[in-house]
């Protein structure tokens, strides 16, 4: 059974710093990429950062760029995304999902692309 299980999450206030984990388990995920995504109060899910799983390659959001940075430990099969200079917009419940990925192909950023979900975790930024 795949599980993708978020931690992490907490209250922090803007300007600072969290770093969410997303474990995995359950199949090799060698050919998939991982990603984050996020949802705040009333809006839809948006697509947050993704890393391949086997190269290494990423992708942000341009509202996280320069800010988030998301990294892969493949001894844990776990993936991280550092969160700095939080702001009060960045609340959300952040969620960690992972898409197959043919060879040659590119990673989707979209919520329809992807296979699996985790349940999500709770960041809120205070102002």
């Known amino acids: 059974q795949v599980q993708l299980v978020e931690s992490g999450g907490g209250l922090v206030q803007a300007g600072g710093s969290l770093r969410l984990s997303c474990v995995v388990s359950g199949r090799t995920f060698s050919s998939y990429a991982m990603d984050w995504f996020r949802q705040a109060p009333g809006k839809e899910r948006e697509f947050v950062a993704a890393?391949?799983?086997?190269?290494?390659?990423?992708v942000y959001s341009d509202s996280v760029k320069g800010r988030f940075t998301i990294s892969r430990d493949n001894a844990k099969n776990t993936v991280y995304l550092e969160m700095n200079s939080l702001k009060p917009e960045d609340t959300a419940v952040y969620y960690c999902?992972?898409?197959?990925?043919?060879?040659?192909?590119?990673?989707?950023?979209?919520?329809?692309?992807?296979?699996?979900w985790g349940k999500g975790t709770l960041v809120t930024v205070s102002s």
């Open positions: 890393i391949s799983w086997s190269d290494g390659n990423t």
């Open positions: 999902a992972a898409d197959y990925v043919p060879r040659h192909a590119r990673m989707a950023t979209y919520e329809a692309g992807m296979d699996y």
